[in-house]
Structure formats: structure tokens, C-alpha cells
């Protein structure tokens, strides 16, 4: 118990659910009494873009982290590589675990 021999879950005041206070909107607020449509919320920081910002003053476009691909060292193969430097066609998969399977494991060891 928390606060009045209740949990956070049921001894927690409500959030007060207020409108935007521009003329003639019904959005729910956000920041500073407004919606985020009316500038409630900031926009991307990325220089000409005119997104929201979603976390770290960019919006999701600009704020992802780009994963880095690399193809298959084996040499003369040009394909994706998943696993220790290699694709799954050299290697880069784990087999079935099931006695005397050959397939790819996909999920839990198991194809």
C-alpha cells in the first residue's frame, strides 16, 4: 500500500483530461492548455522538417538509429549477412534442434 492502504493503481488520483483551448478545437490538450496540432507539442529539430518531435527533439523519421548492413563475407556472395559476419545460405542460421532435421530454426531452436 501506497497512500491510504491503497496500491498506485487504485489509490492514484485521475488525470484531469482537459480540451485545447484554441477556438473551436476538441482535440484533447497536451502541453500548455493546447493540442498538439496547435503547438502543443515541438516540432522535429531536423533542419526543414515540419514534423512533431517524438523523443530527443526529432520526430521518428530523423530520431531512428539506422541498423548497419553488411553483406556476406563469403567470398562472391553479395546477400544480407544475419549472423557472424555470414548469410543464412553459409551459415548464418542455426539448424533444428529436432534430431534429424535439416530445416533453419526460426523460433526456439525449432524450425
Known amino acids: 500500500s501506497v497512500k491510504g492502504g491503497l496500491c498506485g493503481k487504485h489509490g492514484k488520483k485521475k488525470r484531469k483530461i482537459c480540451e485545447c483551448s484554441s477556438e473551436g478545437c476538441t482535440n484533447i490538450s497536451v502541453s500548455g492548455g493546447v493540442c498538439g496540432k496547435h503547438g502543443g507539442r515541438k516540432p522535429c529539430s531536423s533542419e526543414g522538417c515540419t514534423s512533431i518531435s517524438v523523443k530527443g527533439g526529432l ?28 548469410c543464412g545460405k553459409h551459415g548464418g542460421r542455426k539448424p533444428c534442434s529436432s534430431e534429424g532435421c535439416t530445416s533453419i530454426s526460426v523460433k526456439g531452436g525449432l524450425c
Not at 66 to 77: A, T
Open 59 to 86: 520526430c521518428g523519421k530523423h530520431g531512428k538509429k539506422k541498423r548497419k548492413i553488411c553483406e556476406c563475407s563469403s567470398e562472391g556472395c553479395t546477400n544480407i549477412s544475419v549472423s557472424g559476419g555470414v
